[in-house]
């Protein structure tokens, strides 16, 4: 896949997903008009700025499909596994259309970059949208996405409260008394914001997760301020340092992936060593949270089929619900085998920050809530189905969690829900309604007026030869009711009905164990339990 960052623009501006705004609009109505927007906005003027800023490109299932070549929006998870299992190193070049305008040293300017502020509690302006790339003298390369609060015109802050690789970079950094090198990658395609976005092993390249998914190298030119490549085709780029000052400065607040406001933060300090940016750059703002939605939820996806699939469990779907924002709640169906249920949610819980997983049978739409919800209410003994994990880690984002004392990671209650079909309980129990005749009388026919055929009423003498008729049927096989009527659909149901009310009268007529109806001393007759 060879898009880049201004290709996909033009996708979604030719699909009608993105509008173009050439009137003059102040910064700080970005975000407001973004939330308020169906489509992608394009603000070519923005007042006290001499760059553009666009936003919310992938706000909707549909944006990021169409980011991913993807059919449906689990199409994506898919690209993304092939990319976790077929990654194709970064190709590294010599020149990049992000070097067209440099500023260094003393002419590094963060105040030039038109970034918007979001909420009205806000700290201060956040860069959201770049794939940072940061050097570890012993475990190499790391790439995430994580946020800078811009403090002057050199210096950030680096929201890292959450453990990850690039806190444990910065941790050692830190403990060694030395500066962190990174770039940051403003402005690229989003197949490197899922591949950097991507929960890798340490040691993991998660640009090569994201060549795997385009199917070829993702170029990486060679920083120019520090020793760390940066992404050759982004609209601007920014070199630095994490300063070791440990997690002593406050940054934020900011709206979170929660949909609510993040508390106070305190971080790390970057100094920024250059701004380098095409001579027409683009500045991407990604819009919280839905943007940050529907590019991080199939990474989850992929982590949790992972480590289902390591724990031997065979998945049908998973769905990270929304209102779990697509990051805390996890509905999960599988291909049931003995135990698997709970293995399931054992392998599940383990994954990143998840703290509720629902797992069902495969005849549950994990996609529709009512059904997720019949299959708790109807499978579900809760001192057998109900774990609780306890002091398992947790994402200092969550609110529910008590305060935790600073520097430290907060733990969590884990909880799982096993609502499949328990071993020993007859599935029987468990068949569905199937409504008489579905497969043959359908409504569009009806609506266009098809009439049944009417047949002759019968006279008491006709109702009792078919008495005898469908006796002698049910002396060789049960039938249930509706098969007895098809077989004798010649007759008018009602006719029907009365001859089986003749056999019940005479007390000629029973039902086997499954409700099928039989003769009454047959050897298919049911007996009445002890």
Known sequence: MDDTFRSFLDRLRQAGELIDFHQPIDI?????????????????????????????????????????????????????????????PPQRVTTSPAREVVMKGEDVDLYKLPIPMSSIYDGGPMITAGVVIARDPEFGINTGIY?????????????????NNMRLFVQRAYEAKRPLPISISIGTHPI????????????????????????????????????????????????????????????????????????????????????????????????????????????????????????GVVVKDINMTMGGVTFWHAVISIRKQPGDGKNALLAALSVMDIKHVVVVDDDIDVFNPVEVEWAIATRVQGDRDIMIVSNARGKPLDPSLPPTPHGMVPTTAKVGIDATISEGIPKERYERITYAYADTAKIADYVDGKADREAEKASVETIGKLGEEIASVLEKTPLYFTDVAERFSAYEFNTVARAIGLLHEKERLWQDPKGRLCLRNSPFAARLPN
């Open 192 to 311: 490197e914001l899922l591949g950097a976005g991507f929960k890798a092993p340490l040691g993991t390249d998660e640009m090569a997760i994201a060549g795997g998914i385009r199917g070829h190298a993702v170029k990486l030119a060679a920083g120019d301020t520090v020793d760390v490549p940066y992404v050759a085709d982004a609209e601007i780029v920014l070199e630095g340092e994490v300063l070791p000052t440990g997690w002593t400065h406050p940054e934020g607040r900011f709206g979170e992936f929660t949909w609510l406001m993040g508390g106070l933060h305190w971080n790390p300090i970057v100094r920024i060593t250059s701004v380098s940016m095409r001579r027409d750059a683009i500045y991407y703002a990604l819009h919280m949270p839905w943007e940050n939605t529907w590019l991080m939820a199939p990474t989850r996806y992929a982590a949790i089929r992972q480590a289902l699939r390591t724990a």
């Open 28 to 88: 700080r109505h970005i975000a407001t008009l973004v939330d308020q927007s169906d489509k992608a906005i394009f603000f070519h003027k923005v007042i006290g700025y001499d760059i553009p800023v666009v936003s919310g490109i992938i706000r909707s299932q549909e944006r990021m499909m169409m980011a991913m070549g993807a059919g449906k929006y689990l199409d994506i998870e898919e690209r993304l596994k092939n990319g976790i299992a077929n990654p194709i």
């Open 147 to 163: 946020r800078f609060m811009v403090k002057e015109k050199n210096l950030t802050g680096i929201d890292i409260v959450t453990p």
